[in-house]
């Protein structure tokens, strides 16, 4: 059973960075052929795809969140920048193994104030 642990989390200043970490219990081998993603979801939203490690990225973040892998470390890490008050919300970790099935993360919280 794989275990989506994430971290990096917490309160930051408009403009200000974080980067998230999401820590799979599975595989390296597992996890290398794992499709990757992280979502959020603000409050009184429904959830929302953010990035995947295939490169896609939400209009709303474009060139200002970076996603990547440690396949080692068997962790994926969202590298977030230039945060905006919007940018409020918990952040998911998501994953998609090879046999298709499919694991959350608990989430972290992450707070921009203006």
């Known amino acids: 059973q794989v275990q989506l642990v994430e971290s990096g989390g917490g309160l930051v200043q408009s403009g200000g960075s974080l980067r998230l970490s999401c820590a799979d219990s599975?595989?390296?081998?597992?996890?290398?052929?794992?499709?990757m993603r992280w979502y959020r979801q603000a409050p009184g939203k429904e959830r929302e795809l953010v990035a995947t490690?295939?490169?896609t990225y939400a209009d709303s973040v474009k060139g200002r969140f970076t996603i990547s892998r440690d396949i080692p470390k068997r962790t994926v890490y969202l590298q977030m920048n230039s945060l905006k008050p919007e940018d409020t919300a918990v952040y998911y970790c998501?994953?998609?193994?090879?046999?298709?099935?499919?694991?959350w993360g608990q989430g972290t919280q992450v707070t921009v104030s203006s």
């Open positions: 998501y994953a998609i193994s090879p046999n298709t099935r499919t694991y």
């Open positions: 599975g595989s390296a081998f597992t996890f290398m052929g794992s499709d």
């Open positions: 490690i295939g490169g």
